[in-house]
Structures are given as structure tokens and as C-alpha cells.
């Protein structure tokens, strides 16, 4: 069995305030630290239960440091090399709007997308996109606000939150001892029950209506998943994704 660790840096635990998710802060180097001990904890875990492969693929395409990451696991490139694949979004946000969220947004700040009627953030777009692929999503992690998103739209699955947000921008993280223990009890547990095992397909064609911060609407229809993350970012300035403009197979 093969894991894919999909991640984000806002909902990684350690990291309490937004502002450090910015690459010219000067804290940015020790969030991306934080990062990557999450990632290694999960890995580790893993590794202890079996698992043979570990991928990481960061969300926005981010580059670590080299030697921030456990030996071993490796880079994820598109498309994903042939695997029984599992998948982990680890350290994800809540989208624009979500309440009681920490660093809520949907791929920049103040956008939003709603698909099919329903507000949807980077959690269902991750969650979709591997569904497209035939990838079972065996856990979530994040903040509160981002826990109480997935019972909408990855209602199947185990959530994991590793702190609760003080306002937009601040949160109360639990402690690193905690937060450990309790991804790698997660992480054991869904493992072995395949019925927790959730494949995310998502409806198609994916239709997109995409608002901007000032209210301006624009519609998107796609034939894929991947294809409308591609299309998305040369919509939203700023948006950048690991997914990019090619074309994507679970073979």
C-alpha cells in the first residue's frame, strides 16, 4: 500500500498565526519546519503499520528545504506513478466564510466557489480531485473550522483537528505531543478498516460559478476535476496549485 500526503501549511499544527504563511515573513522558514515534522510524524506512522510508499504533495506546489523531510519519502510529481494508492490531506484550511475558522480562504483571500449550490473550499476541491483518480481519502487534518467543514463534504471520512482558531488570523494549537499521538492513532486506526475508506467521485461535468471579492461572478464548466483546478488559477490572481495543466492518471 502506498500513502499520498496531500498538504497545506495553515492547518498544520504549531502554526498559529497567518501571517507566517507568508514566504517574506521572517518566521516563514520555521512554519515550513513545523510542516514538515507533521509530514514526517505521518510518514513515521505509517511506515509502522505498513505502508511502503509515502508521496508528499504539496497543495500549492510549494518547495521544502532540503533536509527538512524524513529520508524516504518522496516528492510527488503529476501524474502519480502506478501505487494502491491511500491519500491524507494533511494541514488543510477551512474555505471563505467557514466561521470560527482559522486563515478561511479559497485559494486567495475573499474569493469563492460554489459547485452545484454549495459553498465549496480547497477540502472538496482536494477531495474531488481524487476521487477523479480512484484515490480512497483516509483522513483529514486541520483546524476546527476546517473539521466542521468536511462533515459536509467528506462526511465518510476521519477528521483530525489539531487547534482551534482565536480569530482569522491567530489560533490555539494543541500540543505537539498531542497532536502526534493523536494523527498516528488516527492514521492506525483508518487503516485498518477499509470501510472508512471514501472515494470522493465527483459529479460531472464540474460546474464552477467562481466570486471574486467584490461580487463578480464567472461561471466554469469543466470535464474534470484537474482540468477545472487548472482553468481556476487563470481566473483568481495569486492561485497557485500542484495540479497543474496536463492531463492526470490512477493506472
Not at 459547485?115 to 482536494?126: D, F, H, S
Not at 505537539?176 to 492513532?185: F, K, N, S
Not at 466554469?220 to 495540479?243: F, H, K, M, N, Y
Amino acid at each position: 500500500m502506498d500513502l499520498l500526503i496531500v498538504a497545506d501549511l495553515e492547518g498544520i499544527s504549531c502554526v498559529e498565526r497567518r501571517s507566517v504563511c507568508d514566504s517574506t515573513h521572517p518566521s516563514y522558514s520555521s512554519a515550513l519546519g513545523n510542516y514538515a515534522a507533521e509530514v514526517n510524524a505521518v510518514a513515521v506512522a505509517a511506515r509502522r503499520i505498513g505502508i511502503e510508499r509515502v508521496m508528499l504533495l504539496d497543495w500549492h506546489g510549494r518547495l521544502l528545504p532540503p533536509g527538512l523531510l524524513e529520508a524516504g519519502i518522496e516528492a510527488a510529481s503529476l501524474p502519480l506513478p502506478t501505487g494502491r494508492w491511500v491519500a491524507v490531506l494533511l494541514g488543510f484550511h477551512a474555505r471563505t466564510g467557514q466561521s470560527d475558522a482559522f486563515a478561511p480562504q479559497t485559494l486567495c483571500p475573499g474569493w469563492r466557489i460554489v459547485w452545484n449550490g454549495r459553498e465549496a473550499g480547497e477540502l472538496a476541491l482536494a477531495s474531488r480531485w481524487l476521487g477523479e483518480l480512484g484515490i480512497p481519502l483516509v483522513l483529514v487534518t486541520g483546524d476546527r473550522g476546517l473539521t466542521r467543514e468536511a462533515e459536509g463534504w467528506v462526511e465518510q471520512t476521519a477528521a483530525v483537528a489539531v487547534k482551534r482558531a482565536l480569530s482569522a488570523e491567530e489560533a490555539e494549537c494543541l500540543p505537539v505531543e498531542r497532536t502526534r499521538a493523536a494523527l498516528a492513532d488516527a492514521l492506525a486506526w483508518v487503516l485498518m478498516r477499509r470501510s472508512w475508506w471514501w472515494v470522493y467521485r465527483p459529479e460531472l461535468p464540474v460546474r464552477w460559478d467562481i466570486v471574486s471579492p467584490d461580487g463578480q461572478h464567472q461561471a466554469l464548466e469543466s470535464s474534470s476535476v484537474a482540468e477545472a483546478l487548472c482553468r481556476v488559477q487563470e481566473v483568481i490572481p495569486g492561485a497557485a496549485l500542484a495540479v497543474r495543466c496536463h492531463s492526470e492518471t490512477s493506472e
